[in-house]
Protein backbone atom coordinates (compact mmCIF):
# COMPACT_ATOMS: atom_id res chain seq x y z
CA UNK A 1 0.00 0.00 0.00
CA UNK A 2 0.96 3.14 -1.11
CA UNK A 3 0.14 6.43 1.47
CA UNK A 4 -0.59 9.77 -0.54
CA UNK A 5 -2.44 12.29 1.39
CA UNK A 6 -5.00 11.06 3.37
CA UNK A 7 -5.62 8.44 0.64
CA UNK A 8 -4.27 5.15 0.55
CA UNK A 9 -3.51 3.65 -2.97
CA UNK A 10 -3.28 0.08 -3.25
CA UNK A 11 -0.64 -1.72 -5.38
CA UNK A 12 -2.32 -1.78 -9.01
CA UNK A 13 -1.29 -3.85 -11.79
CA UNK A 14 -1.39 -2.08 -15.45
CA UNK A 15 -4.40 -3.47 -17.84
CA UNK A 16 -4.03 -6.64 -19.45
CA UNK A 17 -4.21 -5.69 -22.98
CA UNK A 18 -5.83 -8.70 -25.07
CA UNK A 19 -3.79 -9.04 -28.18
CA UNK A 20 -4.07 -11.76 -31.24
CA UNK A 21 -3.33 -12.01 -34.59
CA UNK A 22 -5.72 -13.39 -37.36
CA UNK A 23 -5.31 -14.50 -40.43
CA UNK A 24 -8.12 -14.71 -42.98
CA UNK A 25 -9.41 -14.93 -46.50
CA UNK A 26 -10.96 -12.09 -48.10
CA UNK A 27 -12.64 -11.21 -51.95
CA UNK A 28 -9.38 -13.50 -52.86
CA UNK A 29 -6.20 -11.48 -50.83
CA UNK A 30 -5.24 -12.34 -47.71
CA UNK A 31 -5.60 -10.23 -44.56
CA UNK A 32 -3.34 -10.24 -41.50
CA UNK A 33 -5.34 -8.29 -39.01
CA UNK A 34 -3.75 -7.30 -35.34
CA UNK A 35 -6.42 -6.89 -32.98
CA UNK A 36 -5.62 -5.27 -29.45
CA UNK A 37 -8.56 -5.65 -26.69
CA UNK A 38 -11.27 -6.69 -29.27
CA UNK A 39 -10.08 -3.69 -31.83
CA UNK A 40 -8.46 -4.31 -34.82
CA UNK A 41 -5.15 -1.87 -34.23
CA UNK A 42 -3.47 -2.83 -37.78
CA UNK A 43 -4.08 -4.67 -41.37
CA UNK A 44 -2.10 -5.67 -44.38
CA UNK A 45 -3.15 -7.52 -47.29
CA UNK A 46 -1.63 -10.25 -49.30
CA UNK A 47 -2.14 -11.03 -52.85
CA UNK A 48 -0.34 -14.65 -52.43
CA UNK A 49 -0.87 -16.47 -48.99
CA UNK A 50 2.42 -17.53 -48.35
CA UNK A 51 3.51 -14.25 -47.78
CA UNK A 52 0.21 -13.64 -45.58
CA UNK A 53 1.22 -16.88 -43.28
CA UNK A 54 4.63 -15.66 -43.19
CA UNK A 55 4.14 -12.35 -42.12
CA UNK A 56 1.33 -13.16 -39.75
CA UNK A 57 3.73 -15.71 -37.90
CA UNK A 58 6.81 -12.80 -37.54
CA UNK A 59 4.05 -10.97 -35.82
CA UNK A 60 3.42 -13.55 -33.53
CA UNK A 61 6.65 -14.63 -32.54
CA UNK A 62 7.31 -10.20 -32.21
CA UNK A 63 4.87 -10.05 -29.51
CA UNK A 64 5.15 -13.20 -27.79
CA UNK A 65 2.13 -15.22 -28.84
CA UNK A 66 1.81 -18.82 -28.89
CA UNK A 67 -0.12 -18.91 -32.20
CA UNK A 68 -2.25 -16.89 -34.26
CA UNK A 69 -6.08 -17.36 -35.34
CA UNK A 70 -6.66 -18.70 -39.19
CA UNK A 71 -10.71 -17.67 -39.41
Known sequence: MLSYGR?????TRP???CVSVQLYEL???W?????????SSYSRTFAQKDFA??????????LGLHSYQRI
Do not use: K, P
Not at 31 to 39: A, F, K, M, N, W
Open 31 to 39: VVRLVEDGV
Open 53 to 62: ESFAEGQRLR
Open 7 to 11: NVLAD
Open 15 to 17: TQH
Open 27 to 29: LGE
